[in-house]
């Protein structure tokens, strides 16, 4: 139980650091992404925290528009939540696919969003804490339009082999915004 909370204060502390130095660095971010790795590697494949801690990286991926390492973190969480048939897992998985669309598609974003709160609210709101409101930043995407084509292109065709069909649909947004 000790650790657990010693982990949680240090994303905390690590979060907090983060936004207080410059919320519109990458390079923060980038920081906050090796400490979130190194925290995952520390972690056994069975634990609700490294859950947590995968859809904390994915999201500040996504923000550092590393998203195909994004995407690969939001998988391999829902994965392990699915294996401990953990519902709170289930719920950050929402609110980082959410995040995802948090400066783009309003639609998804909001049908995210919604997933996430309508689980929370079930099972006697025996969920509730797993649903955290995502402060999430502005999002500066390259102007090269070419470029993000290419990228999640990529994204797009690396997923394809993995034949998840939700990951495939949320990446191929990517692509729809850039036309």
């Known amino acids: 139980m000790k650790t657990k909370h010693f982990f949680l204060s240090l994303i905390l502390f690590f979060f907090g650091l983060g936004t207080s130095l410059a919320q519109d660095s990458l390079s923060v971010y980038t920081v906050k992404i090796d400490s979130l790795q190194r925290l995952i590697d520390a972690h056994p494949n ?13 999201r500040q991926c996504f923000y550092n528009q590393e998203i195909k390492e994004g995407f690969i973190a939001t998988k391999e969480a829902r994965e392990i939540s699915e294996k401990l048939n953990f519902d709170g897992g289930k719920i950050m998985y929402y609110l980082t696919l959410s995040a995802y669309h948090g400066n783009g598609d309003d639609n998804m974003f909001t049908y995210y969003q919604k997933k996430a709160q ?34 999640f ?18 990446a191929s947004t990517g692509i729809s915004n850039c036309y």
Do not use: C, H
């Not at 069975?46 to 801690?53: C, M, T």
């Not at 099972?123 to 090269?144: H, S």
């Not at 292109?153 to 949320?170: M, P, R, V």
């Open 46 to 58: 069975d634990a609700e925290e490294k859950v947590q801690l995968l859809n904390e990286y994915a």
């Open 118 to 151: 309508w689980l929370s609210n079930s099972m006697g709101n025996r969920l509730i804490n797993y649903y955290v409101e995502l402060e999430i930043p502005e999002l500066k995407l390259d102007n090269d339009f070419e470029k993000l084509l290419t990228k």
């Open 153 to 170: 292109t990529s994204i797009l065709e690396y997923f394809t082999t993995t034949e998840d069909k939700e990951i495939q649909a949320n």
